[in-house]
């Protein structure tokens, strides 16, 4: 690489209702290529910005990360302020950094946060709604929680796995093998309810669909062990639906 070029890294939050998800579309508002245009008018040139994953259309993000090269020498805090100031209010950059010449958003990346809130009460207030799923059936959360921990550990999510998540003909790599250290549900208040689910990486829409799935359990459609079959089945068709985007976020990213 030239080392004229600098390598900066954003930290990014966002809303994700207006948009069509993470990833850049030719007829389609996403929030990478609203960041690209406006990084395009500060550097006076394209500049591909990459990001740590792809979120669905959608889906929230509070830390996402991102990182691009340029041999601008617009410091961080001005293409932090700059980047602001043009991009809309549900895209704030919340940090820019300078990053080593070998940084890369996506596979430096060690692991993730993601957060996916249900609102369990009988009315749901209307600013919530673009923010968590509202479910008003009566959900068993022992249960929830003991399907919970059959995903803690080394396990082959296959049965989570939405096509496109992963090129299925490349035989080296992991596979669908994931590792995650924390799968929990806790009850916040009266109304709410929280999944936290952190690990090595995860495929694509795999925490929509374990939660979708989750949720019949809560339903009592799904025993537990009938989802330890499922999980152990690595197979997408005996999981459940996935849950619809509004209620999940993107918490943090690790390096």
Known sequence: MDHSYRNLRLLIAYDGTEFSGWQRQKN?????GDIEACLKRMAGKEISLHGAGRTDAGVHAEGMVAHFKTVRSTSPKEFLHGLNSMLPRS???LDVNNATEN????FSATGKQYRYTIFNG???PPSKRLYSLHIKDSLNLKQMQECLKQLVGTHDFSSFENSGSRDKT???GRGAVRTLSIASLTKIDENYLVFEFIGDGFLRQMVRNLVGTILESGRGRLSVDTFRKVLNAKDRNLAAAAAPPQGLSLIKVFY
């Open 28 to 32: 389609a508002r996403t929030i990478q």
């Open 91 to 93: 895209i704030r950059i």
């Open 103 to 106: 940084f890369h958003a996506r």
């Open 122 to 124: 009988r009315i749901q």
């Open 170 to 172: 490349n035989s080296s």
